[in-house]
């Protein structure tokens, strides 16, 4: 049992910042109100965390190599507890942002490195057990994130949400100090700060114009182009480097350059849209913030968690674009069956898309988290894994902030129905849009995704290391 530990000290730090992704989800409301914010700003409370984890986890890879993983897991755990507290007493919904900003820092730099600590902890079969472990917390922590926070705001208050962070990081910095040794990866590299400040605006531009909408206002289209302009720098940037934060030649890839869309849009389709429901059903059908959670995203979320685990053994040899086609076709379906819902529905009028977008879900993620390794040369494994979280987590915050200017416009268009009739019209909007960008998803996984070379055992002993 006693080996078993460092996999419980790693997974206790994933799991908190792996469950600040959905957890915030049912508290919007509550927010919202406490601090007097409309739906453009508390979109920022989810969008701050995700685009700052996404645009840094390629960064955080870089420093871990350089100035060892455990090192910077233990820094990115303390800047995490700290602004878990800052969030947790924030007087203003900007300070409540900030800090939201600087948990997205900390989780970068230990979701960069969780992995290979993993890698280094544990050894032959034992290492196949643990990122089993690892990977079911994971699911485990998304599953359980809307309703986790729907007991703590409606129990004590929506600032414990943050702040019920502190004594597992605390427990979890203790036994990560004790029981995992340094390892490092390319000493003698560079960490590309060009590249990951270009990379880093770039996404960020391109957020805040989503979430302003407007595409005729000056400031949305001079956001756009800071964003196009960011991001074409950072190609550039990338191509010159003799060793890049993201190799151009893995995106040249057809197949991987698939899988990495496919992973933007079922994170964004299947799981963006669940703010939107959690609004309907706290201020339309005035459910509590934990009947919310239970009604409007553990059904999606239990049913996915049990798919994955079920299927995802079956799927080993199978050619990546099938069971990722499928699962985005079904959460296109989950999520159009959403959108009959109308001024008289209730949350059964959910269930049914919430389930089909389960299995959607259980079926695809597996293979996405791991066909982009397959894909990708073993010597280029650990930048395959770190841009296919990153473009994970855009997919989660570009879609809240895609379909938040969505829902506001539409919420505008009908405001004279009736608040009833307005938030149901804006959320059928935003299902039927939702669940067309997944099919269209899956049309672009099925033309560009191909079954990889089977590795040899001496590359899959390569990958591993």
Known sequence: MRKWWPLVAICLGNFILLIDVTIVNVALPRIADTLHADLGTVQWVLDGYAVALAALLLTAGSLADLHGRRRLYLSGLVLFTLASVACGCAPTTGLLIAGRVVQGVGGAAMFATS?????????????????????????????????????????????????????????????????????HGNRGGRVDWAGGLTFTVGVAALTWALIRGGW??????????????????????QARRPDPMLPLALLRNRSFAGLMAGGLVLQGAAFSHLVFTSLWLQHVLHLGPVAAGLAGSMPLSVVAFLTSGLVGRHLHGVAPQLPVTVGL?????????????????????????????????????????????????????????????????????????ALGTLFSDRLTALAAAGP????????????LVTGIV???????????????????????VSAAA
């Open 420 to 431: 009833q009739v307005a938030f149901t019209g804006a959320l059928g909007r935003i299902y």
């Open 438 to 460: 997944a099919a269209l998803g899956a049309v672009v996984v099925a033309a560009m995704v191909r079954k990889p070379h089977e590795a040899t055992e001496p590359e899959r």
């Open 329 to 401: 076709l079904l959460v296109g379906l989950g999520v159009t069956l959403q959108s009959v819902i109308g001024a008289s529905s209730s949350w059964p009028v959910l269930l049914p898309g919430l389930l089909v977008s389960g299995l959607g879900v259980g079926i695809a993620m597996p293979v996405l988290a791991s066909a982009p390794l397959a894909v990708a040369t073993p010597r280029q494994a650990g930048v395959a894994g770190a841009t296919a979280n990153t473009f994970r987590q855009l997919g989660f915050a570009l879609g809240v902030a």
């Open 216 to 237: 005729t206002d000056q400031v949305t289209l001079g956001l756009l182009v800071v964003a196009v302009l960011a991001l074409a720098a950072f190609g550039v940037l």
């Open 115 to 183: 992995a290979a600590l993993l890698t280094h902890a544990f050894h032959g079969r034992d290492r196949g057990v643990a990122f089993g472990v690892w990977g079911a917390v994971n699911g485990g922590a998304a599953a359980l994130g809307p309703l986790l926070g729907g007991v703590i705001t409606e129990s004590v208050s929506w600032r414990w949400i943050f702040l019920v962070n502190v004594p597992i990081a605390v427990v979890g910095y203790a036994m990560v100090t004790r029981l995992i040794t340094e390892s």
